[in-house]
């Protein structure tokens, strides 16, 4: 994996709040998160409604919850919250522990909720590329009920052994257990993978052999390449209330519903 890899690349629409009264700013929902790094922005919907928890990427290294702001307005056309999480980056904090504040973070969230106005009956977690990484390790946490992984990373020993290690500090034993692909068998809750058909060919390897894995153990799981998309043309279909990922949003919920 190159220097010239797609995180150098950027997006060229800027952050803006998403609608009116619609964001809960952080002040108001985080005052247990005494780091900036480890808050939430809440984007309310309606009242009673599903939350969507959307993790960023950026390699683990680099990028903010806020950048991604604009991509809640997909789902929240149908009536679905959006929750945008942050955590601390590398090499300030290590894999385990970015993990580690992801729990966290939905443990707080869960607790949130129902003063919030919104549904509390579990989540569903989305992420970008590390996001996509960090959307898979939340699987296991009991408050999620499902996860959408879009071009993510799911197998960490190609990053271990190239430049992107020099903040991560993975060892061997690091990446084995923050490796979704490399544990034996998974959570038995859905997990829809896409990445685009223009993407890097190691990120779309990587999106189809942990697919593969999923299957393989009986776990619930779909896989779909989007035509024409690269890294950062995918998030579109996010960003539209008809676009692809977002669909499989909306029936992720609906699959899981109570």
Do not use: C
Not at 93 to 113: K, M, N, S
Not at 138 to 151: F, K, M, Q, T
Not at 205 to 231: C, M, N, S, W
């Amino acid at each position: 994996m190159g220097r010239r890899g797609v995180e150098r690349r950027g997006y060229r629409r800027q952050y803006r709040p998403v609608g009116r009264e619609r964001q809960v700013r952080a002040g108001e929902l985080n005052r247990s998160f005494p780091r900036e790094r480890n808050r939430i922005d809440f984007f309310k919907a309606k009242a009673n409604a599903p939350t969507l928890l959307f993790i960023h990427g950026g390699y683990w290294q680099n990028r903010a919850k806020e950048t991604f702001a604009l991509f809640a307005e997909g789902v929240m056309a149908h009536g679905i919250n959006v929750a945008l999480i942050g955590y601390r980056l590398a090499p300030d904090a290590t894999l385990d522990q970015i993990v580690a504040e992801t729990h966290a973070g939905i443990d707080f969230l869960a607790r949130q909720l129902p003063a919030l106005g919104a549904d509390g009956n579990g989540i569903v977690v989305s992420g970008w590329s590390a996001g996509g990484h960090l959307t898979a390790m939340a699987l296991s946490h009991p408050y999620v009920r499902a996860g959408l992984g879009i071009s993510g990373i799911y197998d960490l020993e190609p990053i271990r052994h190239s430049y992107l290690n020099v903040k991560l500090g993975l060892d061997e034993a690091a990446s084995r257990r923050n490796s979704p692909m490399m544990v034996a068998g998974g959570p038995l809750k859905p997990l829809s993978l896409v990445v685009g058909s223009a993407e890097l060919p190691l990120l779309r390897k990587q999106t189809a052999d942990f697919a593969g894995h999923r299957a393989k153990y009986g776990l619930p799981v779909t896989y779909e390449e989007i035509p024409g998309a690269d890294h950062f043309t995918i998030m579109d279909e996010m960003v539209a209330p008809t676009g692809r990922i977002t669909t499989l949003i909306r029936q992720l919920f609906e699959r899981t519903s109570i």
